[in-house]
């Protein structure tokens, strides 16, 4: 089975902190996603990656940063935190292009932000 | 036109019941159509997906029905069971890209 491994469940943090969310995948998936959930909103892409070092920005980037150095894990950088970044982050891999395959999320890392 | 419209946002179901949840998009670029189940404390896990050269697809008590023409597909949850209380995201997806275009999802509880 496909497991996507999300390091940290629940983080409180302060306002200015910087955050740092990992995702590991053993499945050896070619693409990587960060989503936000929050109620009412659905599920936002935040930053994918489609290979090691390369990364490319969704719908909601804006105050986020990633790293992926090694294929298995991608990483959710907040450089400075604020209050609207609580929220449920969500790691993904897949194999394939969307219109071709399914996507594996982890459980999730939810964030508050004091 | 990157959308995808749910409706509705929660449901109520009696156990035994049917649960309908619709969801529509504007691109015809898209073709492939998931549908992703999340219980409390749980990632989302694909359910049932279809792709437009079918007008429905059925696994179990789930069935997908699409209208390629009205640009619209709905889930369809046959003999709802309180195990099925979840949140479902209906999503998008096009061959051509590696983005997933999802729905706001539908808190859905089935009363037993």
Redesign the interface.
Known sequence: DVK?TQSSRYLVKRTGEKVFLECVQDMDHE?MFW?RQDP??????IY?S?DVKMK?K?DIPEGYSVSREKKERFSLILESASTNQTSMY?C?S?LN????G??F????SRLTVL | QQQVKQSPQSLIVQKGGISIINCAYENTAFDYFPWYQQFPGKGPALLIAIRPDVSEKKEGRFTISFNKSAKQFSLHIMDSQPGDSATYFCAAGSSGTYKYIFGTGTRLKVLA
């Open positions: 996507v693409n989503y009412g909103l659905g599920l936002r892409l994918f489609y490319e969704g969500l993904a897949s292009l969307a219109g071709t399914e996507l999320f982890g459980e999730g």
